[in-house]
Structure formats: C-alpha cells, structure tokens
C-alpha cells in the first residue's frame, strides 16, 4: 500500500504537529526510509528528542537549532536500534548531557526462536543494525517517562526489531516502524519476528487511538483502520504462502520470486526476508514443516 506522494517535507525544516509536538526530517531517503526518518520533539521546556536519527551533522544541527529559548533536550529515546533510527543519539547526548533511553541493545528483546536462529549462523538481512548501540537508561514496558509538561507511555512492540518501542502519549501514538501509512513494517529475522509482529498490531488495536505518528511518513489519522489492514495484508500473506505450498516444497527465495512476481529486483532481497519470516511463524503454528534445521535456506513443505 503506497501512499501519494504528498507527503514531502524538507529536510531540517521545523514542522508543528500539535502544541507541543514538532517533526524534523532527517535527510535520509531510500526505498527503505521512504522520504526519511521522522525525529519529533516533544515538549514546551524540557524536550523530549524521539529517534534523533541517522548519524548525520547536518540533521544533528537542525535539531539543535529547533530548540526555542528557554527549551532543552532532557530526554533522548531511541525506538529500536536500526541505522536510520539510533546512531545521532550519542553525539546529540555529547552535546546537549541528555540521557539516552531504550529498551535495551540491538539483541534486546528477541524471542527465543530468533536467538536459536542467530546461534546457528542467520546474520540480518542488511537492513542496517546499530550494533555499538547501548542506552544510558534501559526502558521497561509500561513504564512512563516524563518531564514538564509531557508524560509517555512505553509499549514494547517488537517484530519489526526485539527492541522495538511504541510510545503512547495519551491517546496519541508514537509508532516508529511498526506501523507506518506508506508501507508495511519489515521483519526480518533473526532481528524481526513475525509472531511477535502480530502479536504488537493486535496489542495495539485493543486500546483506542486519536493519530499515530510513525518513524517515516505521514500522521496516520485512522489508527484502527490501518492496523486492521496490516494485520490483514499479513494474513494474506500467510495465505499465499500456504496456497504455493500447496504445490510442492520450496525455499523463501523461491515463494518470494512466485509471490512478489510484480516487485523490483532491488527489494527482493526483503521480501525473501518478510518471506522466512513468515515461514518461521508457520512452522511454529505447526502450518509447514522445513526440511531439516529450521534456516533461511531450507526448503519448507505444508503440513496443514
């Protein structure tokens, strides 16, 4: 699901989202970070600086220029610790003294399924970890961070990374890139997982949401809608997968190749991923069975 290309905001520019709240484009687009990442500042005089970015002196600068007077960086939190996401955390703290808060490092809160994956030799799929990354302040799930004049919830929802964060601030949500308006989340294991994926959008849908601003594009201003259209466009998925199946065993690469028959070779390599991932899932549903240890590279049959 693409979105229009309305939204297209300059990078460094200051935008206001609501009193208190402001967005700042990080100059980082690609087929994977859409126009960029979206840092937000959150506060009137102790600000809150959510996902500073990519390690970039130039967005680094932009951020610091947004401060009003009267206005410093109190809080910086850290969504998940992917490239795009993390790396300007520790200088924006060099420079301003502010904390550094997440829900950990960039194993932090990977399922057991994922860890055995990654002992047996399954690196990333290059999606870019932030692996020197170590918060000053380990975040909890529930726990609330505040300051003058705001006050966040944290939701640990991972799938798209274990670490990953929402942040409800009210019934506003800060979603990073778990559910975005332009695209489906990535999940990738062995930092992705699918299962836990779901099991976040379905945590999420059960409370009720005013807007949610994600990592890269748009405000989503119908929150319920567009997580009942990710969770759907993953069964979906679920099902093409188990339809191919259905013909004969295969490998992720190959269901990727027959099911994303209309997508640019340039992304195959994570629809490969999105792929095993849902493979991974399966086989814990007891839905396919791979042929031998459960890897990237095994051949995977239908078994219900």
Not at 197 to 205: G, P
Request: proline share 8%; with cysteine.
């Amino acid at each position: 699901m693409q979105a229009p290309d309305d939204f297209n905001p300059t990078p460094g520019q200051v935008y206001q989202l609501a009193p208190g709240l402001r967005r700042v484009l990080a100059p980082n687009p690609s087929p994977m970070t859409y126009r960029g990442t979206n840092t937000y500042l959150l506060g009137e005089s102790d600000i809150a600086v959510i996902d500073p970015g990519p390690l970039s002196e130039r967005h680094l600068d932009a951020i610091l220029t947004a401060l009003e007077p009267g206005q410093r960086i109190s809080h910086i939190i850290v969504t998940h610790t992917h490239l795009d996401h993390s790396p300007l955390a520790a200088p924006l703290a060099v420079r301003t003294g502010a904390p550094i808060l997440a829900f950990g490092g960039p194993q932090a809160g990977r399922s057991a399924v994922m860890i055995q994956l990654a002992q047996n030799g399954l690196a990333g799929g290059g999606e870019g970890i932030d692996t020197g990354f170590r918060p000053d302040i380990e975040l909890q799930d529930t726990e609330s961070i505040a300051a003058d004049g705001w006050e966040l919830e944290v939701i640990h929802t991972p799938g798209h990374l274990g670490n990953h964060i929402a942040l409800a601030w009210g019934d506003v949500c800060f979603t990073a890139d778990h559910v975005m308006g332009w695209a489906s989340s990535l999940v990738s294991p062995p930092d992705g997982d699918l299962t836990d994926f779901m099991a976040a959008c379905h945590r999420l849908r059960a409370r009720e949401w005013s807007v949610f601003h994600p990592g890269h594009g748009a405000r989503i201003t119908d929150p319920a809608a567009r997580l009942d259209w990710l969770i759907q466009h993953r069964l979906m998925r679920e099902d093409q997968i188990l339809e191919t199946l259905a013909q004969g065993p295969a490998t992720a690469g190959q269901l990727a190749q027959r099911i994303y028959s209309d997508t640019a070779a340039r992304l195959l390599p994570a629809a490969e991923r999105n792929v095993f991932a849902h493979l991974v899932d399966l086989t814990g549903k007891s839905r396919v069975a791979p042929d031998g240890q459960l890897s990237a590279t095994a051949s995977f049959c239908r078994i219900s």
